[in-house]
């Protein structure tokens, strides 16, 4: 092997990213006795789970972050890294009535899913389709099981704490600012080239999940086309002072035109240190169309008093839009690479985390 004797750092398993997913999968290469190396094009470990600072408060959420129900992966967060998982706390359906009038039922109430499923209708359906909508509605409000959803006690700040001290304890090396610029798999001696930053490398097997951002692949076979698919997912975050209280922490507005949902996200802030101000942080999930504007942070504060989750009397200290446009891989396009490269490509399902955990927890198990 030519490539051996080039200079270029060899390592059994390159991981591209530091998501949750990503990094037990490291930890596990890591206790099968490989040589790991993770390298992330930002700053920080967490990928998606990453927090932010505004307004100087800490560790706030950088997303709507909630698990989807999955029995292996919530068995395996509680039992195998002890994580404090509980259901959702204060999470409700809020619906517009008329005006600025809501009612709010419990996410997974009877009331709640039946108007869920009865306002997610063409309306420009006939009488009868629109009868047999509403009659299907009941028989599948009543048949199917409740929905619930979990989260970590302490947050993402936990989660992502949680992960760098088992990283750091079984001295799995990570990289920063560190992006994959050249990627070449030689089909004749098993390996995997490519330039890391700075650096040439060379692996056995390269990890990554749906949001890996690879560049242009090459192979001794030819170029490998992947198409990156880009979902707008506008966020927004809303400091205010605020001295009422509300039951209401995950809040899906269900026929708003400005949002899809929104978090109080105090809780797992460095908020719950010191908050003589009485401040509170949301963060919110707008529809696609959303765009920035000045008058954004007063509506959606408005839209938060008049659902009753903010006080009448409370003020805006801060806001932050971000524009966050996701690209990510489909699971057909990592089977593509797995079909195309074999062992020479790891590839780990992580669009949904808990069913993604639940997928590879049977392996992960220590």
Known sequence: MEYLNSGAEVVDCLCIGTSIIVSLEAIHQHRQGKKVLMVDRAEGYGGAW?????????????????????????????EELKWPIEKSKGKYRYFNIYGSRYIKF?????????????????????FFAKARHV????????????????????????????????????????RFNTNISELYFDLEDRIVICNAGNKKLICKSLILGHGARLPEIESTDGTLELNEKFHPRPAFHLVVEDESESDSFEVIFENDSLIKYVHDVSRFSSLVNSNDDKRKVFVFALHNHVSDNENLANELSRKLKNAGILGKESKVTASLYSDIILPTLYDEDLFVLKDAFGDLVNVLRTENFAPGVGYYAERWKS
């Open 106 to 126: 419990k996410f997974d109430s009877l009331a709640g899913r039946f108007l869920h499923l009865v306002l997610n209708f063409d309306e420009k359906r006939d």
């Open 50 to 78: 990453k927090t932010i600072e505004i307004d100087g408060i800490n560790d706030v959420e950088n997303a709507i972050h909630y698990f989807l129900p999955d029995d292996n992966g919530i068995k395996f967060l509680k």
């Open 135 to 174: 009659f299907n509605s009941i028989n599948k409000v009543i048949l199917e099981p409740r929905i619930e959803s979990f989260y970590v006690e302490y947050g993402a700040v936990g989660i992502i704490n949680s992960m760098k001290n088992l990283l750091n304890d079984l001295e799995i090396e990570t």
